[in-house]
């Protein structure tokens, strides 16, 4: 059906088919080293916990270093970003707390244990590609177009030469 198939998973809700996924990182407080071992591990089952109550969030990749978190994730446009990274750092924060007494001790009194910011960065196609994909997606200019997508019954999103 289609020459190459591109290998990018599109998400189906009710009314809307996307393919959302954003770069997040996020530091403690004081980017203090202690994100290793245990409290490594334990974070992982956290952020796990944290997708069976928000089962709309998916992880693509994820990278816990010593003092930073890097995270690959896609949820549905009628989520903001914002709202996405709190859920995460809300429930693990307090989860770590709660397990590590170092961790309690050393963020008392200090409004929680992530740093308030973080990093967003969206993950998409070749800009090229869009910008052509955009400038050419009009009736009358359809067939000059030299890429054409479609979002196949599959969820994949097709990628043809014409």
């Keep these: 059906m289609c020459d190459t198939i591109l290998h990018m998973e599109t998400r189906r809700q009710a009314h809307y088919v996307f393919r959302c996924q954003y770069h997040i990182v996020w530091i403690p407080r004081y980017r203090y080293k202690f994100l290793t071992g245990g409290v490594k591990k334990y974070l992982e089952n956290k952020l796990d916990e944290v997708r069976k109550h928000y ?42 707390r709660e397990k590590f007494d170092f961790i309690r001790e050393r963020y008392y009194c200090r409004g929680g244990m992530w740093s308030v910011g973080y990093f967003v960065s969206t993950v998409g196609l070749d800009e090229a590609m869009i910008k052509r994909y955009v400038k050419y997606d009009v009736p009358t200019k359809l067939f000059t177009l030299s890429c054409c997508f479609m979002v196949l019954k599959n969820n994949s999103i097709c990628h043809r030469s014409l």
């Excluded at 549905?76 to 429930?91: H, Y």
């Design 55 to 96: 089962p709309e969030v998916e992880y693509i990749e994820r990278n816990i270093q010593d003092d930073h978190v890097h995270i690959i994730v896609s949820f549905p446009p009628k989520m903001s970003v914002s709202r996405v990274v709190q859920i995460i750092k809300a429930n693990t924060g307090r989860a770590l």
